[in-house]
């Protein structure tokens, strides 16, 4: 576990960088971590799947896989490709301060 | 008062539950069992079809003969069910009115949602072998097959048996080693995970496996797109893997007529289930068991057999007004056929890794888990007829409970 500096806020972060603590997250951390991410600037629809991710793992108790989010969030896959290149729905998850998506079993 | 609980589902959760309720209710109990057809799957069986290694013919029964006297069996397709009246739509207009309501659906495979998997190519050069008739088709096709590029790919998570497409590659390899034609096929497994296996342990040992066997590995590959008349997967971020004949896993999604039912399933269909308690999100009176639920664990034969138990308990607690047990633990125990007459064999929970060490007793075994083995490939031949006559009846498989059982020095749950 790291301690990482994010706009003078302490935050917990697991080894690959996703928050252990969401509750530490604020939306003002979201543009730095994206920008550390190679992601810049944050659009409206970047946005978009935040909030969803977020109001997702509160709900569940777990971040969305990326066809959850393809089906739910209102933005097509392709399109969450194009957003957050590579893996969507671990890099969104990383912006929105919420720890690593389990994955399936 | 008479009490009527409606099972939909005659498979592996929906035969086990029903016989255990009618072992455990007087017949002030009514049971109705609902399934759509007539054709009781023994699903492990799949794997092996393929390979010549089981007959089709061998592993359907009637779902109906594996019932006891007592439950009513319905051949009928369920439009949707609405938990606020206690009530089941049929297709047909028909109402089942219900106190008690056990979803038991399975998961559905839903090929026609990845752009171009049943289009030009679909049962000449992709098969999947998680259903019987291309399972059937995908043997013909092997069987000719002696040059090229064969690929296998499980679309996304989550699927039956996470480890099956695993197996499907070792058993490709021996397959074609005894044909002698190995040399001239290029087996590559493509997964959308970011390893062999969602677990770690587990998947390290997966890995491993899969280097000795010569078969490559392509992970993080998320399948967006498959181009049958040019042989091609194309993942959402463009990249491509060619083959001459693919084996998909196509995606998976709880059973059609949840996502009608309001209120019942998640964004996949599955059906919104408590973790330890089997009861749905939706209403009090309605639980879900096995491959329907959207619970974290695998979807295995294995999991519903150990979630009957506390299905059965949960029922009668909430027939008796009692509160229910949260007892359920995630527990999964898969053999994974490694080929050349061999099986290794894990066993997890929601919490504990599949570790090292030996099953079903810590110390004495027999079987050796995580590890090679004669031993484990002849308890999965033999599980076959478990299946028939212990599981499905609905009895306890002596010595294997229903909670993982793990020593401290196989390490700390993660």
């Known amino acids: 576990m790291t301690s990482l500096t994010l706009e003078e806020a302490h935050v917990d972060l697991d080894a690959e960088g996703f928050f252990l603590q969401p509750e530490q997250w604020t939306r003002e951390m979201a543009p730095e971590i994206a920008r550390a991410n190679g992601i810049e600037p944050l659009t409206d629809r970047h946005w978009q799947v935040i909030d969803y991710m977020r109001s997702t793992y509160l709900?569940?108790?777990?971040?969305?896989?990326?066809?959850?989010?393809?089906?739910?969030?209102?933005?097509?896959?392709?399109?969450?490709?194009?957003?957050?290149?590579?893996g969507p729905a671990k890099l969104a998850a990383k912006v929105a301060g919420i720890p690593k998506p389990r994955g399936c079993i | 008062m008479s009490d009527r609980i409606v099972i939909l589902g005659a498979g592996t959760g929906g035969t086990l539950t029903a016989n255990r309720l009618r072992r455990a209710h007087d017949d002030d109990v009514e049971i109705v069992v609902i399934d759509r057809d007539d054709r009781h799957v023994y699903q492990?069986?799949?794997?092996?079809?393929?390979?010549?290694?089981?007959?089709?013919?061998?592993?359907?029964?009637?779902?109906?003969?594996?019932l006891h006297d007592g439950i009513e069996f319905r051949l009928a397709e369920v439009d949707r069910v609405e938990t606020a009246a206690n009530a089941v739509h049929l297709v047909g207009g028909e109402l089942i009115t219900y106190d008690v309501l056990v979803v038991a659906s399975g998961a559905a495979l839903l090929p026609e949602e990845t752009e171009g998997l049943t289009g030009p190519g679909w049962g000449e050069r992709i098969f999947t072998f998680f259903e019987?008739?291309?399972?059937?088709?995908?043997?013909?096709?092997?069987?000719?097959?002696?040059?090229?590029?064969?690929?296998?790919?499980?679309?996304?998570?989550?699927?039956?048996?996470?480890?099956?497409?695993?197996?499907?590659?070792?058993?490709?390899?021996?397959f074609l080693r005894e044909r002698g034609v190995r040399d001239a096929v290029e087996l590559t497994y493509v997964t959308p995970l970011d390893g062999a296996f969602t677990k770690p342990v587990a998947s390290e040992h997966l890995a491993g496996l899969l280097a000795e066997k010569d078969i490559a590995l392509e992970t993080e590959f998320a399948t967006g797109e498959v181009d049958g008349a040019g042989g091609r997967l194309v993942s959402w971020d463009e990249r491509e893997v060619p083959f001459d004949l693919l084996v998909t896993i196509p995606l998976h999604g709880g059973p059609a007529y949840v996502g009608r039912s309001p209120g019942l399933g998640d964004e996949l269909g599955f059906v919104a289930t408590d973790l330890h308690t089997l009861q749905s999100k939706a209403a009090p009176n309605v639980f879900a068991i096995g491959d329907a639920t959207n619970l974290p664990t695998s979807k295995a034969g294995s999991v519903t057999h150990f979630e009957g138990d506390t299905l059965v308990e949960n029922i009668r607690r909430f027939r008796d007004g009692e509160e229910l047990q949260a007892t359920f633990d995630g527990h999964a125990n898969c053999f994974i056929e490694t080929g050349f007459h061999k099986a290794l064999l894990i066993d997890f929970n929601y919490d504990v890794e599949p570790l090292p060490g030996r099953f079903p007793e810590p110390h004495l075994g027999p079987l050796p888990l995580l590890k090679e083995s004669r031993l484990n490939h002849m308890a999965k031949l033999l599980f076959q007829w478990v299946y028939w006559h212990v599981l499905l009846p609905g009895h306890d498989i002596p010595g294997v409970g229903s909670q993982l059982r793990h020593t401290a020095d196989q390490g700390e749950p993660r």
């Open chain 2, 132 to 174: 019987l008739e291309s399972a059937t088709a995908l043997r013909d096709a092997l069987r000719g097959f002696d040059r090229g590029r064969l690929v296998i790919n499980p679309v996304d998570m989550p699927i039956k048996c996470p480890v099956a497409p695993l197996e499907f590659c070792f058993l490709a390899d021996w």
């Open chain 1, 59 to 86: 709900e569940t108790g777990s971040g969305p896989t990326i066809r959850a989010l393809g089906k739910a969030s209102g933005v097509p896959i392709k399109e969450l490709y194009q957003l957050f290149p590579k």
């Open chain 2, 44 to 66: 492990p069986g799949l794997l092996f079809v393929p390979f010549g290694l089981a007959d089709p013919g061998e592993i359907v029964r009637a779902r109906g003969a594996q």
